[in-house]
């Protein structure tokens, strides 16, 4: 089975940055594709940013700039470090790791920007 627990959410105020950590352990193929989403109360989940084993990174178009994503194949590990945050940015973070069309998700995070 494959876990996936995220960590480093909280509360931060608008203008400030967070760094997300997901682990993901079990049995977990070579190449894969870890990334986030997020969901806000209220809306759909919504990706957030992806990168493969080879560190290949995508984003979505509006968090381009303000959001970094990055991993450490040999830990399993990928973060996602967030700068200048607005209310906007409020919402639960969702690890997801993929293989080959197998998903698996994290439990999530939570992450308040007070304006």
């Known amino acids: 089975q494959v876990q996936l627990v995220e960590s480093g959410g909280g509360l931060v105020q608008a203008g400030g940055s967070l760094r997300l950590s997901c682990v993901a352990s079990?049995?977990?193929?070579?190449?894969?594709?870890m990334g986030w989403y997020r969901q806000a109360p209220g809306k759909q989940r919504e990706w957030v940013a992806a990168?493969?084993?080879?560190?290949?990174?995508n984003y979505a178009d509006s968090l381009k700039g303000r959001f970094t994503i990055s991993r450490d194949n040999g830990k399993n590990t990928v973060y996602l470090r967030m700068d200048s945050l607005t209310p906007e940015d409020t919402a639960v973070y969702y690890c997801?790791?993929?293989?080959?069309?197998?998903?698996?998700w994290g439990q999530g995070t939570q992450v308040t920007v007070s304006s």
């Open positions: 079990g049995n977990i193929v070579k190449f894969n594709v």
């Open positions: 990168s493969t084993t080879y560190g290949t990174t």
């Open positions: 997801n790791l993929n293989e080959g069309g197998l998903e698996h």
